[in-house]
């Protein structure tokens, strides 16, 4: 059993993580609260479904219903009256199940979340009896996942496990059954692989402890976490078509290196590009030629590694958004911007770190807990920190590196005609 602490990068909060000699990993980050969350990670999810589309995202709604027919997991019945929230969500590389509640209550709902995900137990029945939910839920999503798996099968041709939408299709979500699902979780939903992360009212030692007791006796695999290799995009230029739209969507898309000095230059610079009344697109898409509403960017989470910009307008005016948005680009990389705004994106940057320092952000302590652990990123540096030294000049200079025609995409959405 190995224990470390980490003092900076998480913010306020001092982390503490223990893994133990099965391998689990165990989490805290205590804050002056009543409150507590507390979830359970496993580092697989739709990339690991294999032939069968939708598997991963299935065993989630088998695993948090449980051997019940009301929708309610046996282990969830004594903490409702108390107030318990619990949740469970499948992305493309995990599984996760979370509990919130009093930190007094914590106890009951560690016990409550190693049933749900290390004890599961379902039927036949049950698994058909959840399959027209799953259905209805595929179908409500279906324009947008199927958008979704379009780019990916652009971006990213090289990995096929990407091309399918998390939920699945209606084919395969019809031919999912008990025996694949068993599969899957004797693959992937292993002790071993485990993360246990608890931010709130509660000690390391408490969290620690109660970790180690509801998991004596469970069977362990050797299988430890592999740390996937980020996904850049591949750059190309496309065109999809949205019958819910009558006017037309803009995306660029630049591929970035998974290094985290750059991805704090270039969200500096998105921020530039898009943040505010003074930022350069905004301030030349719609202060200036009234062609948008408005104009947005963001780094990608783990497992992409890229920064995307989008904007809506209308049909005719598509080809000119996409010419001035890269003239502002341009304008970034060669340093010509208003020291204004380069202040004003400083001063906001203090302003997040007090916020950050007198909230008590539970859930923002967790999904970047759970981040670093899936990337195995540990370097323990304050970020904040590092963005308030950073200069204008460096963020120019990354941008003129990495914000390039051979590194972008150019995607239009467009109604049908």
Avoid at 143 to 160: E, G, L, M, S, T
Avoid at 216 to 238: A, D, K, M, N, Q
Avoid at 283 to 304: A, C, D, Q, T
Wanted: aromatic share 8%; hydrophobic share 40%.
């Amino acid at each position: 059993m190995r224990t470390y602490i980490y003092n900076k990068k998480f913010g306020k909060s001092v982390v503490h993580r223990t893994v133990l000699d099965n391998g689990v990993n165990v989490f805290t980050a205590p804050l002056q609260s009543s409150m507590v969350t507390v979830e359970v990670v496993f580092p697989s999810g739709s990339c690991e479904d294999g032939e069968y589309p939708g598997t991963a995202h299935y065993l989630e709604h088998m695993l948090m219903k449980g051997p019940n027919d009301d929708g309610v997991h046996p282990a969830m019945l004594p903490l409702l009256p108390l107030g318990v929230v619990g949740g469970a969500s499948t992305s493309l590389i995990k599984i996760d199940f979370s509990l919130s509640g009093l930190a007094s209550d914590f106890e009951l709902m560690m016990q409550a979340l190693s049933k749900i995900s290390l004890l599961p137990s379902f039927t036949k029945k049950q698994v058909e009896r959840e399959r027209g939910v799953i259905i209805q839920e595929a179908m409500e999503d279906a324009r947008d996942d199927a958008y979704i798996a379009w780019f990916h099968r652009r971006a990213f041709p090289q990995d096929v496990s990407l091309h399918q939408p998390i939920i699945g299709n209606l084919e395969s979500i019809n031919k999912i059954d008990i025996d694949i699902l068993h599969d899957y979780m004797k693959r992937e939903i292993v002790l071993s692989r485990a993360a246990f992360i608890a931010s709130g009212g509660v000690s390391h030692e408490e969290h620690l402890n109660l970790v180690i007791k509801q998991t004596e006796g469970l069977s362990t695999s050797s299988y430890r976490v592999t740390h996937r290799t980020p996904y850049g995009s591949i750059p190309f230029c496309g065109e999809y078509t949205d019958s819910r739209i009558d006017y037309a969507k803009v995306h660029l898309i630049f591929s970035l290196p998974h290094n985290i000095r750059v991805k704090r230059l270039l969200n500096l610079a998105s921020d530039m590009l898009t943040d505010g009344r003074w930022s350069i697109l905004f301030s030349k898409l719609r202060n200036e030629h009234r062609l948008v509403y408005g104009v947005e960017s963001k780094i990608s989470n783990y497992p992409f590694s890229f920064l995307g910009i989008e904007t809506q307008c209308a049909v005719t005016d598509i080809d000119k958004v996409i010419n001035l948005m890269l003239e502002g680009i341009e304008q970034l990389k060669k340093c010509q911007i208003p020291q204004k705004l380069f202040d004003l994106i400083m001063v906001k940057r203090r302003m997040s770190l007090l916020l950050r320092d007198e909230e008590v952000d539970r859930y923002g302590q967790i999904d970047w807990i759970q981040d670093v652990w899936l990337q195995n990123d540990y370097e323990d540096i304050d970020l904040g920190e590092l963005d308030l030294s950073t200069t204008l000049q460096e963020i120019a200079d990354a941008a003129k590196k990495y914000l390039t025609p051979e590194n972008m995409s150019i995607v239009k959405v467009l109604p049908e005609t």
